[in-house]
């Protein structure tokens, strides 16, 4: 989308128009989304907080920043609801603090085919706590110490709740390598069961 | 922000799930319940209005129950008139059969006896002593009995209407016994014990020096200033309401009523209670506030003159905080944050009013007022449970009840 689109756009939502309001809606719900169902549980909660999000981007659209980039404040503003939507359940302290998270990653999970719907429902059955740690340090780029601000916890419960989420994530990976996979496995089961099963009936056929 | 050790499946995940994504079609679905949310909040609007809609309706209930209240009042006024219009009646009925020249002249007989009373011209412009009926129930005259007090007052001249005009003192004069009237007068029997079969109430006698409660409303608008802990930098507000004021002692009053208010402010990140911590220090923290303000107050007449009032008044106000909006500014030029909260947060009698109205009648039950005002939380307010304080003045003009229901002169 084109800058000077995207402004005509924001003037239309300004003006509470609907038409245009949709339109930003469909323009960023992909990217909106993306980041929506990283901190979700699931697809259901996830769409939640897209909606409690974008309706901030609506009430607050008078108050962007033209200097700055939309998607980013967009962005934000959809990363801020994810923790907000988890925060008032998410039961923070429970977990045990840790001097320091074990760099537990020997294996080379970089070269691991997985794609992209995997690597989500992985991250997807993560305990909230867990993923919240995980999404704000390995793909935000937060530090310990910031995630501790930012979600009202100590940098050592940080630590733990990644160092956990690394844990649970590198047994799904593992898992998931062992399992024959659809693309790539050995798929002659089904097929050696159809034929069978088409042997007999004829062999029943034949007697009968 | 960035590490220099990237464990690799931070790398994996990051790499995996980060970035726009062409997976994730739109659904239309979720535009459905995006557009319920927008037009929920376009409803919140009407939410303000279903409130004024309310208030007005409890506005005129109130004038209904004054209404009622004076109605009574002004039945009593009433109650006479239709008895006079019977014993108009019963008059002509008479007067149908006193055609005869006795009658007339046995009633001039009994009039003008002074131990029917002594008669007294009220209005000097009244007619001459002559003693009709008349001039009795037009109230031009004012009969005093012997102990000298005023039957007129009392609605005795009524009494002595229907006395006349009923068939016992008719019957009486009929029959010329005179003196029998007048000892039934002057022993008070008469009044007290008509033989009439018209009732003749005993009616309240109203009392000037008894107070009467006045009720007041007035339509305020207050351009007022909110800081936090302090007015220091404090941002400027605005209040728009009704006030309804009920003096119930001479100098004692009780107000309540209603107002929208804009409440604006700036709060550091010491004065604004969060649980969210933010990694960049918060510079401050910009807040708008639509707040709905109930106050009841007691107010002390201090001086009243002529057509102008002062009064000091005390009490407690709630707030109903219908949108919250606080939009948190970092260092470095980070984005800002921005909380948005409905209808969530309420202080009932949470904060403490003091203020003083000067108030100046217009004329017709109209008055002006100027309220300065100053209000103290007692407990936190809003979302981060600040110590949002406010002062203003508050113009209005208001409207006399009484003055507004009272009977025509």
Known sequence: MGEAELQQLIAGCLNNSRKDQKMLYKAFYGFAM??????????????????????????????????????????????????????????????????????????????????????????????????????????????????????????????????????????????????????????????????VSVGMSFLVNFIF | ??????????????????????????NEADWVAMEKMLDKKSGKNTVLFRLMYYTSGIAALLLLAYALFWLPQKKDEDKRRPRVAKNQEIKKQHNGQSEQPGKVLAMELAASNHNIGRVEKVPVAASKSFFSLSAVRNGRYVAKNDSGQSLANSPSNDTAVNLLASGSVQSQIDSGIVM???????????????????????????????????????????????????????????????????????????????????????ASAGQYESSYKSSTPVTYIDANCKVLDVPLNVNYQLYKKGNNALQLGTGLSSYWMLRENYEFEYANNAPSFYINVANQNRHLLGVLNFNATYQRQLGHGINALVQPYYKVPLTGIGNGRVNLRSAGVAFGVGINMNQLFRKPK
């Open chain 2, 180 to 266: 029998a009237n007048q000892s039934l007068v002057d022993s008070g029997q008469l009044l007290e014990k008509p033989e009439q079969p018209l009732p003749v109430k005993a009616p309240k006698l109203k009392t000037n020096n008894g107070f009467k409660p006045v009720l007041s409303l007035a339509i305020v608008g207050a351009p007022d200033v909110n800081g936090v802990s302090s007015l220091n930098g404090a941002k400027a507000g605005a209040n728009l309401g009704i006030q309804l004021s009920v003096q119930l002692l001479p100098k004692l009053s009780v107000t309540s009523g209603i107002a929208y208010a804009v409440k604006r402010y700036s």
């Open chain 2, 1 to 26: 922000m960035k590490r220099l050790n990237e464990n690799k499946i931070d790398k994996l995940f990051k790499d995996g799930l980060s970035g726009p994504k062409e997976e994730v079609s739109f």
């Open chain 1, 34 to 195: 993306g980041i929506c169902l990283r901190y979700a549980g699931n697809r259901y909660e996830a769409a939640e907080i897209l909606n409690q999000g974008f309706f901030k981007v609506y009430s607050n659209l008078q108050r962007y920043d033209e200097s700055r980039p939309f998607m980013a404040w967009v962005g934000r503003i959809m990363m801020n609801t994810a923790i907000d939507y988890h925060r008032r359940n998410a039961k923070w302290a429970e977990y045990d603090d840790v001097d320091e998270a074990l760099d537990i990653s020997n294996g080379d999970y970089a070269d691991s085919k997985l794609n992209y719907d995997e690597l989500l429902a992985m991250i997807q059955r993560l305990p909230n706590a867990y993923r919240t740690v995980f999404n704000l340090y390995a793909i935000e780029g937060y530090t310990h110490d910031e995630i501790g601000d930012l979600l009202g916890i100590s940098a050592g419960t940080s630590k733990s709740n990644l160092f956990k989420a690394r844990e649970k994530l590198k047994q799904m990976i593992l898992k998931t390598e062992q399992l024959p996979r659809p693309d790539t496995g050995n798929n002659f089961g089904p097929v050696s069961i159809s034929a």
